[in-house]
């Protein structure tokens, strides 16, 4: 138990179908971050989110939607997904702030396996 | 972003020790070293983290090379439990300070821990 917990787990969808990713960290942190993780690929940053706000966009395509409703919360809105979008969606979130010395360690939930038909 | 280069693959016994080595020869000087490792169906978890002295804790050691170009994960007495993706990474900073420091992942080093 790493305190960030993803649901759901797994998700097999549509490609004209509409789903949520959802992530919640129990860490009392400020920052939260989306990752995709594609078979034989590294892991990729795709939004941060700090104190709410949106601080990056990694050129990802407008069929996701992120969401932070708050520092605990974080959503992952899929619309209009392609094949291969197929991936295993990691959320991180950390401790932002603390000066040079702070090491922002990131903590990560399990993932959701999400798979596109 | 400065980068790191890992070997692909590692392969060790159990309860022997691991030194598994990452090069950065670009790293600037205020670029922390981490190290993250993601076990089989996990998410990536923390390992250790430096920026020049060698480093201990439960987990593992890092050793930091003088010039910081390169430096060594050791786990002392590896277990199968160990089995997992060891990645190195040189934390990011953006501008302004505002330090929620972004890690870029590389392909990392599978760690295989035979019985």
């Known amino acids: 138990e790493t305190g960030v917990t993803q649901t759901p787990r797994h998700l097999v969808m549509g490609m004209t179908n509409k789903k949520s990713l959802k992530c919640e960290q129990h860490?009392?942190?400020?920052?939260m971050y989306w990752y995709k993780q594609s078979a034989k690929k590294p892991l990729e940053l795709m939004f941060v989110?700090?104190?709410?706000?949106?601080?990056e966009n990694n050129s990802v395509p407008s069929r996701f939607s992120p969401e932070c409703p708050n520092s605990s919360h974080l959503f992952l809105h899929l619309h209009t997904l392609q094949p291969e979008d197929s991936a295993l969606y990691l959320c991180?979130?950390?401790?932002?702030?603390?000066?040079?010395?702070?090491?922002?360690?990131?903590?990560f939930g399990p993932g959701t396996r999400l798979t596109v038909l | 972003d400065a980068k790191t280069t890992q070997p692909n693959s590692m392969e060790s016994n159990e309860e022997e020790p691991v030194h598994l080595p990452c090069n950065h020869s670009?790293?600037?000087?205020?670029?922390?070293i981490h190290w993250y490792r993601q076990l089989p169906s996990q998410g990536p978890e923390y390992v250790i983290h430096?920026?020049?002295s060698n480093v201990n804790n439960r987990m593992a050691s890092l050793a930091i090379a003088e010039d910081r170009k390169s430096s060594t994960l050791i786990l002392h007495r590896a277990t199968l439990r160990d089995a997992a993706v060891y990645y190195c990474i040189l934390r990011d900073r953006p501008p302004g300070g505002t330090s929620y420091g972004k890690l870029t992942f590389g392909q990392g080093t599978i760690l295989t821990v035979h019985p």
């Open positions: 991180a979130s950390s401790q932002a702030g603390g000066g040079l010395s702070s090491y922002n360690e990131q903590f």
């Open positions: 430096g920026l020049t």
């Open positions: 989110y700090n104190f709410k706000e949106q601080t």
């Open positions: 670009t790293i600037s000087g205020t670029d922390y």
């Open positions: 860490l009392g942190h400020n920052a």
